[in-house]
């Protein structure tokens, strides 16, 4: 997509109030404040500036993105206010950044970057001062084109990304323009506003964007699953007072509680709860909703969320699929929600089922199928897409032993549903555990497991588990040097945990990295985890293959 091509022309036809404006709308000299330089943020500014708007970009970071997406803003015409809001100059500037969390008093819009929780000082100043807060959902939503095609929105606590690329790869083969978007790194912003029309969007949404999503309706809707996560963000502290008992699943009121418990009632429960209605917010006026009946905790969320008393809800199954329900059966993807038990694709030989994906390819084409794609486009769609860097992604088979890295499995939550892809695992774990406990993990997936190796700054918690729940498995813990900075030298560390992998596999054995934790303990995300991984995997394949 070229995001630098000529905004549509705005169709002038007078002032709108906020909530009503449209990519026709008169936006010319409106002051919009859009808090956050990420890809969701530089998008809001390039649409903003085009339609004439009065943009003021603010971003507390300083590393390379947002200084080159800040002088992407500054060229466009935005003022740009960026740096540590506790340093005592401005990037770009001088003088004290005491107003850094104040708004101007002609503020009439504020776009905020789905990383930012409520109660960070800007949002709350503009809560006081009544300026609306959008987030890039609701902004696209409000910019999109009459003519486009079916909104299609995934969200879940894992597996969104590998299910939207599914999603629009399935579209393309059934001849459909209908690029992946969202958190995938393509701005729906930037795509209604700048890209040719589209025949469907496949867009992927997290809790965070769902928080701030304004008026958005999608088309369909589907939830891979649901855990408990991002308790930092969703502390249950903006729950709508309106809930009661009586509006909520049993799971959060519990049978002996009355109808009229209200939300003040569960401070424990306030951030589970809060995540849990931000997840199904993307059922809101959907003409299909997806659920994924192997985990009941998404089923009640489409009546949570809002779907019409008469949207059809599909259930996705990898057992076999009742009426109304996408499954497999002797070994093939069955349709028995859009057909009579059709079968869409066979399961064996087909890379892009492997592991938990198989769950992910079926909500994907539950949701492929509310647009009338054929069979013959799943499959193709299937046999075409490629998965996002570290998600079950297969390194290689090297003396009968498989080493995949799914270094995206940063929650106990998405490393169970990883192992649960496999039968033999070695299992490679941790990092920063973010708060959690695996009391609940190491007992549902410690008869898949050989071996474990361990690594991390909370690689005692998962050990004192795995004492606890699987004292007979062999558990490695590796540490290795620091740099003159005082950092771990991971890719070091890295080469040991494979080294001890190696020693610990056999033949028919899969080597998974899956850490249940965050990265940020040695590595500078995900993503450099999982490539040192691979390195070192390569490196050590490439030795042995010498001698």
């Known amino acids: 997509m070229d995001s630098h091509l000529t905004a549509p022309t705005p169709r002038r036809v007078g002032r709108s109030p906020v909530a009503d404006l449209t990519r026709d709308s008169d936006w010319t000299g409106l002051p919009v404040t859009v808090v956050g330089l990420g890809v969701a943020g530089i998008g809001a500014v390039r649409a903003l500036c085009a339609l004439g708007a009065a943009v003021t970009v603010r971003d507390s970071g300083v590393g390379r993105q947002v200084g080159d997406n800040a002088a992407v803003a500054e060229h466009l015409g935005a003022r740009v206010i960026v740096g540590d809001p506790t340093s005592s100059t401005r990037a770009g500037g001088s003088g004290p950044t ?65 299910t939207t690329l599914m999603l629009s790869a399935m579209l393309t083969a059934a001849g459909m323009r209908a690029p992946a978007l969202g958190n995938i790194g393509t701005s729906v912003v930037a795509a209604v506003m700048f890209d040719d029309p589209l025949d469907a969007l496949a867009l992927e949404v997290s ?25 930092d963000y969703f502390t249950g502290a903006d729950l709508p007072a309106e809930f009661t008992g009586a509006d909520l699943p049993a799971e959060f009121t519990g049978a002996d509680l009355p109808a009229e418990f209200t939300v003040a009632d569960l401070p424990a429960g306030g951030p589970a709860l809060a995540y849990r209605l931000a997840k199904a917010r993307v059922f809101r006026g959907a003409r299909h909703a997806v659920v994924n009946v192997d985990d009941p ?18 259930g996705v199954t990898q057992a076999e699929p009742a009426h109304g329900q996408l499954g497999v059966s002797d070994g093939w993807l069955i349709d028995r929600a859009f057909a009579d038990a059709e079968p869409l694709t066979p399961v064996a ?94 007992p549902a997936v410690r008869s ?62 899969t080597v998974l990295l899956a850490p249940a934790c965050a990265s940020w303990d040695m590595f500078a995300d995900y993503g450099e985890r999982g490539e040192l991984f691979t390195a070192a995997v390569r490196a050590r394949i490439r030795r042995e293959h010498r001698q």
């Open 98 to 162: 005491d107003a850094w969390a104040d708004l101007d008093g002609s503020c009439a819009l504020l776009i905020a970057s789905p990383g930012l929780p409520a109660r960070t000082p800007i949002l709350q100043r503009a809560q006081v001062m009544g300026v609306p807060i959008w987030g890039e959902l609701a902004l696209a939503w409000q910019l999109r084109r009459p003519g486009d095609g079916p909104w299609l929105l995934i969200t879940g606590t894992n597996g969104k990304t590998t």
């Open 207 to 231: 809790a965070q964007q769902l928080s701030r999503a304004g008026d958005l309706r999608g088309d369909a809707a589907a939830v891979t699953n649901i855990a408990d996560d991002h308790f």
């Open 297 to 314: 905790a998404t089923i009640d969320l489409p009546r949570l969320g809002g779907c019409p008393a008469d949207c059809p809800i599909i």
């Open 349 to 442: 030989g087909q890379a892009a089922l492997a592991g938990p994906n198989l769950a992910n390819a079926l909500a994907a084409a539950a949701l492929a199928r509310t647009v009338g794609v054929a069979a013959h486009a799943i499959a193709g769609g299937l046999g075409a897409v490629r998965p996002a860097p570290h998600r079950s992604a297969l390194i290689a088979n090297a003396a009968g032993v498989a080493w995949v890295d799914d270094s995206k499995a940063t929650n106990a939550h998405a490393a169970r549903a990883s192992i649960a892809g496999w039968d033999r695992v070695v299992w490679i774990a941790g990092g920063d555990a973010k708060g959690q406990h695996f009391d609940g993990l190491i």
């Open 448 to 509: 898949r497991l050989r071996a474990v190796v361990l690594l991390g700054a909370d690689r005692a918690l998962l050990a004192a588990a795995l004492t606890r729940w699987a004292p007979e498995l062999p558990v490695v813990e590796v540490t290795g040097p620091t740099l003159p900075s005082g950092r771990p030298d991971a890719a070091s560390i890295m080469e040991r945990v494979v080294a001890a992998a190696a020693d610990l596999a056999q033949p028919g054995d």
